[in-house]
């Protein structure tokens, strides 16, 4: 317990650092408006992907269906956020998304969850439409195709900043756990870790839920800084973005996820002047990384402060030992 408070205590540290270095690049003035919508939505990004990598990557379930748990938590915020337009509104949207988006994952995730493979992606996928066509059908709450707009603007890149290192540290921390190495011995042989006892179905819907809540948060996030909703921006496709993201960086890799979300923000930051050649250079290095690193940037590598806290005590160690001959 005492060395997972300090591992946790170290993570504080770096995530405390980053904070002050954007902070003081936003004070500078470094950061104008531009860069500031680039860095909220790879900050949103980097909620999903882990969030996905955590049901895709580790428990090894296949999900198509992050969109619509995004939608849910996008219209939960907007909806609450302009009935009672303060951040206390928006929170309790935030809340409101997380908690529906957690049931609907629970529900649909015991009976699916026992498929496998592309009958479970066809399955989570077939949820996602079904939740985007009953926010299309739901005129007298969610203005059906319309959408919502005219959303205060709550979301800010600190509170995206904040949001995302929780998630880090929810899923690093949940993946070390007893129930994390549960989730791991499933996706590693799921036959071999019934047979040692482990209730496969109850790690699978668990980290699928936990995928979903996560989702859902990023879903009131970008819903706060965009300030306005439509059905039309969580269909199949943004699941499949969320999905490239995970695969670039290395499925069940947080660090890979976090790494992915980084660099494929930046390059579309920096193809935006290219028009419709932004879309074929961005295809085209997804090609080439999956030719040259078809496992993704990192694999199945993972940045560890319990590595490199153990790295640099070794190192002290030998230096007194080699002073003390």
Known sequence: MKKTLKYNLIWLALIVGCYFILFMLYNLGIIDLFL????????????????LNLIIGYSGQFSLGHAGFMAIGAYAGAILGMQLPTYGGFFLGMLAGVV????????????????????LAIATLGVAEIIRILIVNMDGITNGPAGIFGIPQYTTWEMVFAFAALTILIVVNFIHSGPGRAVLSVRED??????????TTKYKVMAFVIGAMTA???GTLFAGYKQSVFPGDYGFMKSVDILIIVVFGGMGSTTGAVLAAIVL???NTLLQDTGSLRMIIYALALIVIMIFKPGGLLGTWEFSVKG????????GADADASVDR
């Open 265 to 267: 923000g930046v390059m």
């Open 100 to 119: 529906i988006s957690g049931v609907v994952a629970l529900a649909v995730g015991i009976p699916t969850l026992r498929l496998k493979g592309d009958y």
């Open 190 to 199: 799921e036959i071999a870790a019934e047979s040692m006892g482990v209730n």
């Open 308 to 315: 490199l806290f153990h790295k640099f005590t070794k190192k």
């Open 36 to 51: 500031d919508n680039a860095i909220v939505n790879i900050g949103i990004n980097v909620i999903l992907a882990v969030g």
């Open 216 to 218: 859902s948060v990023a």
